[in-house]
């Protein structure tokens, strides 16, 4: 049975490293990026079953948008997968989102997206080796009978 993932990528080699993985074993995979030129490949050969969100900012209304624009094309996410990428002075992180200078890195963004699908597994992934752990984990989880 194919899981929805959602990826909210800093880091777009990571990201499009697992996205591929998942793709390839007919997950539904979302990406919130700040480029989603990275992922055109992705969505040339895979089609419905990858959407991309471009994110410039990490206001409130276009995340909203975003995880709207989800929802209405795959439906309830089931794993949440938070991909840190390098620090970028003034710029904040999509992987932080909603973080406060004293919460860890990403504990922003899980607390918001894991409001937004309480039921979803949280991933975190800060560079492509880990994407890669990270799937790898998650399928020897799936039962036998979804493969």
Do not use: K
């Not at 206001?59 to 840190?84: C, K």
């Amino acid at each position: 049975m194919s899981e929805v993932w959602c990826i909210v990528s800093d880091d777009d080699v990571a990201a499009r490293t697992l996205a591929g993985a998942l793709l390839e074993q007919h997950d539904q995979v979302a990406v919130i990026t700040r480029d989603a030129a990275p992922f055109a490949l992705l969505v040339n050969v895979y089609g419905d079953g990858i959407l991309t969100a471009e994110m410039r900012d990490t206001e409130l209304l276009s995340l909203t948008d975003a995880l709207w624009t989800i929802e209405e094309s795959f439906g309830p996410v089931d794993v949440i997968a938070l991909v840190a990428g390098p620090a970028v002075p003034g710029r904040a992180a999509l992987s932080g989102t909603g973080q406060t200078p004293a919460e860890p890195p990403m504990a922003g963004a899980e607390a918001y997206f894991g409001a937004r699908w309480p039921l979803a597994e949280v991933v975190r992934v800060t560079h492509v080796d880990e994407a890669r752990a990270a799937h790898a984990a998650h399928d020897a989880r799936r039962a036998p009978l979804d493969r």
